[in-house]
């Protein structure tokens, strides 16, 4: 059987010659439906990614919130510079800036994946198009 | 001719995609807080090293000072 692409196999559908009006209408419907489950699959399966993802992806921002405390905390004492000791802020200092660093990486990450995700989400027929495109052959359903 | 196709009945994605685009936004408003934060941190650290810095030269100054006068003091009793 030739995996087409959905778009073109649902316009294939539509362009057979049929005994009747019931028939055309019954196998165009079989053709959407059947795909439009695929599709569902696929939407179910990125909503619950979504979800996962973003239950399990709250710690950097956390971790940035007592990171831009910590930080306005040291401001505040080097306002008064006889509140710390240069050794003392030579010490807070630089372990502060490298837990900024590190989660500003974390929080780029978790910028990155929302992105990708959300296209996904977004409008999940062009998603399962592009995947089963990608993989022809592979995901490609053989249809009714 | 051009076969217009009915369109994918969306389920949850787009609420789901909303919720990524709140949760993508909050990453990138903290990313934007630390690096505001960061910046005035430099500032400041910068003006006190600053002030330390003259503080100390201040005190070696002084000292230097109240050495060289008190050396006076002793060359002048002799």
Known sequence: ?144 | MTIQLPEYPKSNGPAAAQRLARHREKAAEARAALAAELVKLDAQAAETLQAWDQRDNTRDRLTALGREQSEQEKRDRR
């Not at chain 1, 401001?75 to 710390?84: E, G, K, M, S, V």
């Not at chain 1, 807070?92 to 296209?119: D, F, H, I, N």
């Open chain 1, 1 to 144: 059987m030739t995996k087409r692409n959905i778009n073109d196999s649902r316009i294939l559908a539509r362009q057979q010659q049929y005994g009747n009006r019931e028939q055309e209408r019954a196998a165009i419907e079989a053709v959407d439906d059947f795909i439009f489950d695929k599709v569902r699959f696929v939407e179910n399966m990125t909503v619950e990614s979504a979800h996962r993802f973003i239950d399990e992806s709250h710690a950097p921002l956390t971790e940035a919130e007592s990171l831009t405390a910590e930080l306005r905390e040291l401001r505040r004492d080097l306002d008064y510079p006889d509140r710390i000791t240069p050794h003392e802020a030579g010490k807070r200092y630089p372990t502060l800036l490298a837990r900024v660093e590190e989660t500003q990486k974390k929080l780029g990450r978790v910028e990155q994946e929302s992105t990708w995700l959300e296209a996904k989400a977004a409008d999940p027929y062009a998603h399962y198009v592009a995947m089963t495109d990608k993989y022809n052959g592979i995901l490609r359903p053989d249809l009714p």
